[in-house]
């Protein structure tokens, strides 16, 4: 039926990064930044809110597109997913409270994101968007 549509939110806060690791589905237990799929009848600027909103308590206005992030698995053609990430801007500069499918949540230094395991392809995303600076 075709490829799943999700949205993500990069939110950078005083230098750091907000990130979720993920509780559940194929990703489980790596680190991401907070989104999922879009609803129907849904526009991507409310999902990207509603997911940050979900998963991590902490509110934020959608921005511009940074990129999109296509993820194929090689196992499971039917796993195949389009990700639009989304520049978000913090209402309010807060901890963030992991809720939803998120099993944990906190602000990471851009330096350090890369020494978490992070969900397929982020790091790569992350540098060719100018949001980190190296990948290895």
Same mark, same amino acid.
């Given at each position: 039926? $075709?490829? @799943? +549509? &999700?949205?993500? &939110?990069?939110?950078?806060d005083d230098d750091r990064l907000l990130l979720v690791r993920r509780g559940h589905g194929p990703?489980? $237990?790596?680190?991401?930044?907070? /989104? /999922?799929?879009?609803?129907? /009848?849904?526009?991507? &600027? %409310?999902?990207?809110?509603? %997911? +940050? !909103?979900? %998963?991590?308590?902490?509110?934020?206005?959608?921005g511009h597109l940074i990129g999109v992030n296509e993820l194929?698995? =090689?196992?499971?053609? @039917?796993?195949?997913?389009? #990700?639009? $990430?989304?520049?978000? @801007? #913090? +209402?309010?500069?807060?901890?963030?409270?992991? !809720?939803? =499918?998120? &099993?944990?949540? !906190?602000?990471?230094?851009?330096?350090?994101?890369?020494?978490? !395991?992070?969900?397929?392809?982020?790091?790569?995303? +992350?540098?060719?968007?100018?949001? #980190?600076?190296? #990948?290895?």
């Open positions: 039926s $075709g490829p @799943s +549509l &999700a949205v993500s &939110a990069v939110l950078v990703a489980a $237990g790596t680190w991401a930044v907070p /989104g /999922g799929r879009v609803q129907v /009848g849904e526009t991507l &600027a %409310e999902a990207v809110t509603r %997911e +940050l !909103r979900e %998963e991590t308590g902490i509110e934020g206005v959608c194929l698995d =090689d196992d499971d053609p @039917s796993s195949h997913a389009v #990700i639009l $990430g989304f520049w978000v @801007s #913090i +209402l309010e500069s807060t901890d963030p409270d992991a !809720r939803d =499918d998120a &099993a944990e949540a !906190r602000w990471v230094d851009l330096g350090d994101v890369t020494e978490y !395991r992070l969900a397929p392809g982020l790091a790569e995303f +992350l540098h060719d968007h100018g949001v #980190i600076t190296t #990948i290895t």
